[in-house]
C-alpha cells in the first residue's frame, strides 16, 4: 500500500514539475523579441558601430564598463554577414537563453594569397542573452 501511495505521489510531482517547465518556455512572441535584438546587436557590429553594439550589453555589464573603454577593445580587422539565429535554449531560473549566432566572417585585409583564396568563413558563435524586467540584454559576462 505505502508503494501505492509513494508512486502515486511521485506521479503527481512529476506532472506538476512537466507543467511547470512548460509554462517556462519562451512563447513565439518572446522568441521572435528577442531574436529582433540579437539581430539589432548584430547590425551594430556589422557596420562596426561599437557604441551601439554596448547598449545591446546587460545593465550590470554597462554599469562596469563604460561606453569609451568597450569601443577601445574593438578593432576593424573583420567584416561580418550575419546568416541566421536561433535560440537553442532557456533557463527560466537564471532567466538566461542560450543563442547560436551564424555568420560569414572575413578580414578587411587581405594580406595573404591563402587569405584571399578562403575568403568569408563561416562561424557559429554562442551567445547568452539574459532577461532582466521584461527586456533582452546581451549577457558578456556569461
Known amino acids: 500500500m505505502l508503494r501505492i501511495?509513494?508512486?502515486?505521489?511521485?506521479?503527481?510531482?512529476?506532472l506538476w514539475l512537466g507543467g511547470c517547465a512548460e509554462r517556462a518556455?519562451?512563447?513565439p512572441e518572446q522568441i521572435a523579441t528577442l531574436e529582433a535584438r540579437v539581430e539589432a546587436r548584430w547590425q551594430a557590429r556589422i557596420a562596426h558601430d561599437w557604441g551601439k553594439a554596448w547598449e545591446y550589453?546587460?545593465?550590470?555589464?554597462?554599469?562596469?564598463?563604460?561606453?569609451?573603454?568597450y569601443v577601445k577593445k574593438f578593432s576593424y580587422t573583420a567584416n561580418w554577414e550575419l546568416t541566421g539565429i536561433e535560440v537553442t535554449h532557456y533557463d527560466p531560473s537564471a532567466a538566461v537563453a542560450s543563442v547560436v549566432v551564424r555568420v560569414m566572417s572575413k578580414p578587411t585585409k587581405q594580406t595573404s594569397a591563402?587569405?584571399?583564396?578562403?575568403?568569408?568563413?563561416?562561424?557559429?558563435?554562442?551567445?547568452?542573452?539574459?532577461?532582466?524586467?521584461?527586456e533582452w540584454w546581451f549577457g558578456a559576462n556569461y
Open 57 to 69: 550589453s546587460s545593465p550590470a555589464y554597462r554599469e562596469v564598463f563604460p561606453k569609451q573603454l
Open 114 to 134: 591563402a587569405a584571399k583564396a578562403l575568403g568569408a568563413m563561416p562561424r557559429e558563435l554562442h551567445e547568452r542573452w539574459i532577461l532582466v524586467d521584461g
Open 5 to 14: 501511495v509513494y508512486g502515486s505521489v511521485l506521479v503527481v510531482v512529476g
Open 25 to 27: 518556455e519562451l512563447t
